[in-house]
Protein backbone atom coordinates (compact mmCIF):
# COMPACT_ATOMS: atom_id res chain seq x y z
CA UNK A 1 0.00 0.00 0.00
CA UNK A 2 2.70 2.46 0.96
CA UNK A 3 6.23 2.15 -1.24
CA UNK A 4 8.82 4.02 -0.27
CA UNK A 5 12.35 4.33 -2.63
CA UNK A 6 15.40 6.21 -1.82
CA UNK A 7 13.70 9.11 0.31
CA UNK A 8 16.36 11.42 1.46
CA UNK A 9 15.73 14.61 3.13
CA UNK A 10 18.18 17.86 3.06
CA UNK A 11 18.97 21.05 4.65
CA UNK A 12 21.05 23.19 2.56
CA UNK A 13 24.59 21.13 2.33
CA UNK A 14 23.39 18.51 4.90
CA UNK A 15 22.04 15.16 4.08
CA UNK A 16 20.05 14.11 7.09
CA UNK A 17 17.64 10.90 5.74
CA UNK A 18 19.81 9.08 3.12
CA UNK A 19 18.11 6.49 0.84
CA UNK A 20 15.31 5.13 2.95
CA UNK A 21 13.07 2.41 1.71
CA UNK A 22 10.73 0.24 2.89
CA UNK A 23 6.82 -0.75 1.91
CA UNK A 24 3.48 -0.93 4.23
CA UNK A 25 1.37 -3.76 3.27
CA UNK A 26 -2.72 -3.29 4.08
CA UNK A 27 -3.55 -3.78 7.73
CA UNK A 28 0.76 -4.17 8.50
CA UNK A 29 1.74 -2.44 11.64
CA UNK A 30 5.40 -1.55 11.17
CA UNK A 31 7.83 -0.13 13.78
CA UNK A 32 10.54 2.79 13.37
CA UNK A 33 13.24 2.58 15.89
CA UNK A 34 16.11 4.40 16.68
CA UNK A 35 17.89 6.71 19.47
CA UNK A 36 16.35 10.77 18.90
CA UNK A 37 18.65 11.95 16.32
CA UNK A 38 18.59 9.26 13.78
CA UNK A 39 15.90 10.49 11.46
CA UNK A 40 12.86 8.49 12.35
CA UNK A 41 10.48 11.42 12.80
CA UNK A 42 12.24 13.48 9.44
CA UNK A 43 10.96 10.43 7.74
CA UNK A 44 7.30 10.85 8.47
CA UNK A 45 7.35 14.86 8.23
CA UNK A 46 8.47 14.02 4.13
CA UNK A 47 5.88 11.39 3.84
CA UNK A 48 3.33 13.45 5.19
CA UNK A 49 4.35 17.15 3.29
CA UNK A 50 5.34 18.73 6.49
CA UNK A 51 8.50 19.21 6.69
CA UNK A 52 10.41 23.00 8.00
CA UNK A 53 11.15 25.30 5.05
CA UNK A 54 14.54 25.33 3.74
CA UNK A 55 14.31 21.22 4.41
CA UNK A 56 13.81 19.25 1.27
CA UNK A 57 12.51 16.07 0.48
CA UNK A 58 13.65 14.09 -2.64
CA UNK A 59 12.99 10.16 -3.57
CA UNK A 60 9.71 8.42 -4.18
CA UNK A 61 6.40 7.58 -1.75
CA UNK A 62 3.26 6.40 -3.21
CA UNK A 63 0.19 5.53 -1.14
CA UNK A 64 -2.34 3.93 -2.81
CA UNK A 65 -0.63 4.75 -6.38
CA UNK A 66 -0.29 8.13 -5.10
CA UNK A 67 2.74 10.43 -4.75
CA UNK A 68 3.87 12.16 -1.74
CA UNK A 69 7.25 13.49 -2.58
CA UNK A 70 7.43 16.62 -4.90
CA UNK A 71 3.73 16.86 -5.29
CA UNK A 72 1.85 20.63 -4.73
CA UNK A 73 1.03 21.56 -1.52
CA UNK A 74 -3.08 21.69 -3.06
CA UNK A 75 -2.74 17.33 -3.88
CA UNK A 76 -0.89 17.15 -0.19
CA UNK A 77 -3.82 18.81 1.96
CA UNK A 78 -6.61 16.53 -0.09
CA UNK A 79 -4.26 13.80 0.89
CA UNK A 80 -3.31 14.82 4.65
CA UNK A 81 -6.11 14.11 7.17
CA UNK A 82 -8.10 11.25 4.71
CA UNK A 83 -6.11 9.16 3.08
CA UNK A 84 -3.11 9.29 5.65
CA UNK A 85 -3.05 10.94 8.91
CA UNK A 86 -0.99 11.72 11.81
CA UNK A 87 -0.44 11.58 15.46
CA UNK A 88 2.44 13.94 16.45
CA UNK A 89 4.72 13.72 19.68
CA UNK A 90 3.46 16.39 21.87
CA UNK A 91 -0.11 16.98 22.11
CA UNK A 92 -0.15 20.26 24.32
CA UNK A 93 1.75 21.84 21.25
CA UNK A 94 0.03 20.27 18.07
CA UNK A 95 -3.46 20.82 20.00
CA UNK A 96 -5.34 24.66 19.28
CA UNK A 97 -4.88 26.05 22.76
CA UNK A 98 -7.86 28.68 21.78
CA UNK A 99 -10.32 25.67 20.07
CA UNK A 100 -12.43 23.38 21.64
CA UNK A 101 -11.75 20.17 21.28
CA UNK A 102 -14.66 19.03 19.00
CA UNK A 103 -14.46 21.45 17.01
CA UNK A 104 -10.49 20.66 16.34
CA UNK A 105 -11.81 17.26 15.74
CA UNK A 106 -14.54 18.47 13.65
CA UNK A 107 -12.07 20.66 11.56
CA UNK A 108 -10.39 18.01 9.99
CA UNK A 109 -14.10 16.67 8.73
CA UNK A 110 -15.25 19.86 7.39
CA UNK A 111 -11.83 20.71 4.88
CA UNK A 112 -12.36 17.21 3.50
CA UNK A 113 -16.22 18.14 2.33
CA UNK A 114 -18.48 16.52 5.51
CA UNK A 115 -21.35 19.06 6.39
CA UNK A 116 -20.87 21.09 9.53
CA UNK A 117 -23.70 19.47 11.05
CA UNK A 118 -22.58 15.83 11.00
CA UNK A 119 -19.05 16.73 11.71
CA UNK A 120 -19.92 17.79 14.84
CA UNK A 121 -21.66 14.70 15.54
CA UNK A 122 -19.35 12.52 14.29
CA UNK A 123 -16.95 14.40 16.48
CA UNK A 124 -18.46 13.40 19.96
CA UNK A 125 -18.83 9.62 18.19
CA UNK A 126 -15.08 9.87 17.90
CA UNK A 127 -14.10 11.06 21.51
CA UNK A 128 -15.92 8.12 22.58
CA UNK A 129 -14.75 5.42 19.73
CA UNK A 130 -11.08 6.51 21.72
CA UNK A 131 -12.63 5.63 25.01
CA UNK A 132 -13.32 9.37 26.33
CA UNK A 133 -15.25 9.47 29.11
CA UNK A 134 -18.48 12.00 28.85
CA UNK A 135 -17.59 12.21 24.84
CA UNK A 136 -20.00 15.36 24.49
CA UNK A 137 -18.16 17.01 27.61
CA UNK A 138 -14.77 16.69 26.04
CA UNK A 139 -16.05 17.93 22.78
CA UNK A 140 -16.41 21.27 25.05
CA UNK A 141 -13.53 21.23 26.67
CA UNK A 142 -10.38 23.70 26.02
CA UNK A 143 -6.97 20.78 25.44
CA UNK A 144 -5.48 22.86 28.82
CA UNK A 145 -8.63 21.04 30.46
CA UNK A 146 -7.76 17.75 29.55
CA UNK A 147 -4.87 15.65 31.41
CA UNK A 148 -1.84 14.28 29.12
CA UNK A 149 -3.31 11.01 28.34
CA UNK A 150 -6.63 12.45 27.16
CA UNK A 151 -4.99 14.75 24.83
CA UNK A 152 -3.18 11.94 23.42
CA UNK A 153 -6.75 10.25 22.79
CA UNK A 154 -7.91 13.20 20.89
CA UNK A 155 -5.32 13.43 18.72
CA UNK A 156 -6.10 9.74 17.64
CA UNK A 157 -10.16 10.64 17.02
CA UNK A 158 -8.37 13.69 14.89
CA UNK A 159 -6.57 10.96 13.37
CA UNK A 160 -9.07 8.94 12.60
CA UNK A 161 -11.39 10.97 11.82
CA UNK A 162 -11.44 10.61 7.77
CA UNK A 163 -10.56 7.07 8.17
CA UNK A 164 -7.36 7.16 7.03
CA UNK A 165 -5.83 4.26 4.95
CA UNK A 166 -2.74 4.73 7.12
CA UNK A 167 -1.87 6.39 10.52
CA UNK A 168 1.31 7.10 11.20
CA UNK A 169 2.04 7.61 15.47
CA UNK A 170 5.59 9.85 16.21
CA UNK A 171 6.13 8.81 19.92
CA UNK A 172 2.54 9.30 20.92
CA UNK A 173 3.11 7.69 24.13
CA UNK A 174 5.84 9.68 25.64
CA UNK A 175 5.49 11.27 29.03
CA UNK A 176 2.18 9.22 29.97
CA UNK A 177 2.36 6.79 32.98
CA UNK A 178 2.52 3.23 32.61
CA UNK A 179 -0.69 2.62 32.49
CA UNK A 180 -2.00 5.04 30.61
CA UNK A 181 0.68 4.44 27.65
CA UNK A 182 -1.19 0.32 27.92
CA UNK A 183 -4.24 1.68 27.29
CA UNK A 184 -3.22 4.02 24.22
CA UNK A 185 -1.44 1.16 22.32
CA UNK A 186 -4.53 -1.36 23.22
CA UNK A 187 -6.36 1.75 21.41
CA UNK A 188 -3.77 2.19 18.71
CA UNK A 189 -3.55 -1.93 17.72
CA UNK A 190 -7.58 -1.74 17.81
CA UNK A 191 -8.42 1.35 16.03
CA UNK A 192 -5.66 1.70 13.14
CA UNK A 193 -5.18 1.02 10.04
CA UNK A 194 -2.63 0.11 8.43
CA UNK A 195 0.34 1.51 10.74
CA UNK A 196 3.54 2.96 10.56
CA UNK A 197 4.83 3.44 14.87
CA UNK A 198 7.90 5.94 15.61
CA UNK A 199 9.30 5.10 19.33
CA UNK A 200 12.64 4.99 20.79
CA UNK A 201 11.26 1.95 23.18
CA UNK A 202 11.61 -1.58 21.79
CA UNK A 203 9.35 -2.75 24.43
CA UNK A 204 6.75 -0.71 22.77
CA UNK A 205 7.48 -1.89 19.58
CA UNK A 206 7.32 -5.62 20.31
CA UNK A 207 4.23 -5.37 21.51
CA UNK A 208 2.43 -3.69 18.50
CA UNK A 209 4.39 -3.87 15.48
CA UNK A 210 4.83 -7.23 13.21
CA UNK A 211 8.07 -5.80 11.38
CA UNK A 212 10.61 -3.17 12.27
CA UNK A 213 13.14 -0.75 10.50
CA UNK A 214 15.91 0.29 12.29
CA UNK A 215 17.40 3.86 11.77
CA UNK A 216 20.54 5.17 12.28
CA UNK A 217 22.44 8.20 10.67
CA UNK A 218 19.38 8.94 8.64
CA UNK A 219 19.61 5.63 7.17
CA UNK A 220 18.00 1.95 7.78
CA UNK A 221 20.34 0.18 8.79
CA UNK A 222 18.56 -3.21 9.73
CA UNK A 223 15.12 -4.00 9.05
CA UNK A 224 12.74 -7.50 8.69
CA UNK A 225 10.03 -9.12 10.82
CA UNK A 226 10.49 -8.14 13.74
CA UNK A 227 10.74 -11.64 15.80
CA UNK A 228 13.85 -12.38 13.75
CA UNK A 229 15.23 -9.12 14.12
CA UNK A 230 15.02 -8.76 18.18
CA UNK A 231 15.81 -12.60 18.26
CA UNK A 232 18.54 -12.51 15.91
CA UNK A 233 20.18 -8.99 15.41
CA UNK A 234 22.88 -9.08 12.59
CA UNK A 235 23.91 -5.18 12.74
CA UNK A 236 25.89 -4.35 15.53
CA UNK A 237 23.50 -1.13 16.25
CA UNK A 238 20.54 -3.09 16.26
CA UNK A 239 22.21 -5.39 19.07
CA UNK A 240 23.57 -2.78 21.01
CA UNK A 241 19.22 -1.17 21.25
CA UNK A 242 18.29 -4.58 22.15
CA UNK A 243 21.04 -5.02 24.71
CA UNK A 244 20.34 -1.68 26.17
CA UNK A 245 16.37 -2.45 26.50
CA UNK A 246 13.81 -3.48 29.00
CA UNK A 247 14.04 -6.63 26.43
CA UNK A 248 17.62 -7.56 27.19
CA UNK A 249 18.15 -11.57 29.35
CA UNK A 250 16.55 -11.23 33.03
CA UNK A 251 19.50 -10.95 35.35
CA UNK A 252 21.78 -9.31 33.15
CA UNK A 253 23.04 -5.64 33.56
CA UNK A 254 21.95 -3.53 30.68
CA UNK A 255 24.72 -2.23 28.00
CA UNK A 256 25.62 1.16 26.82
CA UNK A 257 26.63 1.93 23.59
CA UNK A 258 29.67 4.28 23.96
CA UNK A 259 29.59 7.86 22.65
CA UNK A 260 26.21 9.81 21.64
CA UNK A 261 24.76 10.30 18.57
CA UNK A 262 26.53 13.06 16.07
CA UNK A 263 24.57 16.25 15.49
CA UNK A 264 22.21 15.79 12.37
CA UNK A 265 23.79 15.70 8.95
CA UNK A 266 27.28 15.16 10.89
CA UNK A 267 27.34 11.52 10.64
CA UNK A 268 30.77 9.85 9.83
CA UNK A 269 31.12 8.38 5.80
CA UNK A 270 31.29 5.30 5.29
CA UNK A 271 29.02 3.14 7.93
CA UNK A 272 27.25 5.58 9.65
CA UNK A 273 27.60 3.67 12.93
CA UNK A 274 31.31 3.15 12.77
CA UNK A 275 32.79 5.73 15.30
CA UNK A 276 30.76 3.93 18.10
CA UNK A 277 30.90 0.51 17.02
CA UNK A 278 33.33 -1.95 18.54
CA UNK A 279 34.19 -4.38 15.87
CA UNK A 280 34.64 -1.61 13.06
CA UNK A 281 37.53 -1.77 10.68
CA UNK A 282 38.92 -0.06 7.87
CA UNK A 283 36.60 -1.73 5.79
CA UNK A 284 33.72 0.16 7.47
CA UNK A 285 35.07 3.32 5.86
CA UNK A 286 33.31 2.03 2.75
CA UNK A 287 28.90 2.29 3.17
CA UNK A 288 27.50 -0.91 2.90
CA UNK A 289 24.46 -1.64 1.39
CA UNK A 290 21.76 -2.90 3.11
CA UNK A 291 21.10 -6.36 1.50
CA UNK A 292 19.27 -9.61 2.36
CA UNK A 293 21.50 -12.37 2.76
CA UNK A 294 18.83 -14.95 2.81
CA UNK A 295 18.09 -14.24 -0.83
CA UNK A 296 21.40 -15.86 -1.88
CA UNK A 297 23.38 -18.86 -0.88
CA UNK A 298 22.39 -22.77 -1.63
CA UNK A 299 18.20 -22.57 0.35
CA UNK A 300 17.46 -18.76 -0.05
CA UNK A 301 14.65 -17.98 2.92
CA UNK A 302 14.19 -14.70 1.37
CA UNK A 303 12.42 -13.56 4.63
CA UNK A 304 12.97 -10.52 4.15
CA UNK A 305 15.46 -9.87 7.29
CA UNK A 306 18.39 -7.39 5.78
CA UNK A 307 20.83 -5.27 7.34
CA UNK A 308 24.26 -2.99 6.37
CA UNK A 309 27.05 -4.19 8.30
CA UNK A 310 30.84 -5.41 7.37
CA UNK A 311 30.64 -7.43 10.10
CA UNK A 312 27.26 -8.62 11.32
CA UNK A 313 26.75 -10.60 14.77
CA UNK A 314 26.87 -13.96 13.98
Same mark, same amino acid.
Request: charged share 25%; net charge neutral.
Given at each position: ??????? =? $???????????? =? /?????????????? =?????????? #????????????????????????????????????????? $? /??????????????? #?? %?????????????????????????????????????????? =???????????????????????????? #?????????????? #????????????????????????? %??????????????? %?????????????????????????????????????? /???????????????????????????????????????? /????????
Amino acid at each position: MLTVEGL =S $VRADDLELVREV =S /FGIGPGERVGLIGE =SGSGKSLTAL #ALMGLLPDGVTASGTARLGGRDLVGVPERRLKDLRGRTVSM $V /FQEPMTALNPLMRVG #AQ %VAEVMTLHGVAAGRARERAAELLGRVRLPDPERIARSYPHQL =SGGQRQRVMLAIALANEPDLLICDEPTT #ALDVTVQKQMLELI #AEVAPALLFITHDLAVVASLCERVL %VMYGGRVVESGPLRE %VFKHPRHRYTEGLLAASRLAPRGTRLATIPGAVPAAGR /FPGGCVFRDRCAHATETCATAPALTDPDLTGPEPRGDGHA /FACWHPRR
